[in-house]
């Protein structure tokens, strides 16, 4: 039987790092529980709400944010309030897979293209692998806005 898996990351601030990788991967901010939000509705104001009513205070609001691939195929994304800072290189790291296929110069160019975008959501260029065939079809390292690396695969 195969098991689900939810990816956990250390964060300062995991409202604004779960808002990068809903934007990112383009996910969604899953609603509070027991909660039927409207089509429209913004599911951040509404845990704002949901824990003010449930009593938490508003220093520990910010202390967890989860976001979900709005089709049920990828993993859960949690994130926690951690207070230190990151100290050394991830041993565990994603691969956000945005040129699957594409080979040489038309892959590049693709990853070249999502780094842009992911550069204007917060994210950080670290360095390009070009290709190397047979067996590297070349990728980008960036980091989150926390300084946790992934790569554009």
Known sequence: MSRHVQITFDAHDPRALSSFWRDALGYVHPGPPG?????????????????????????????????????????????????????????????????????GEERMAALEAECERLVALGATRVRRHEPAPPLEAGFLVLTDPEGNEFCLD
């Open 35 to 103: 909660v039927d939000l409207p089509e429209d509705a913004d599911p951040l104001a509404a845990w704002d709400d949901f824990l003010e009513r449930i009593g938490v205070p508003e220093e520990e609001r910010n202390a967890r944010s989860a976001v979900e691939d709005p089709d049920g195929h990828g993993p859960r994304l949690f994130f926690q309030q951690v207070p230190e800072d990151k100290v050394t290189k991830n041993r565990v790291h994603l691969d956000v897979r945005v040129a699957p296929g594409l080979r």
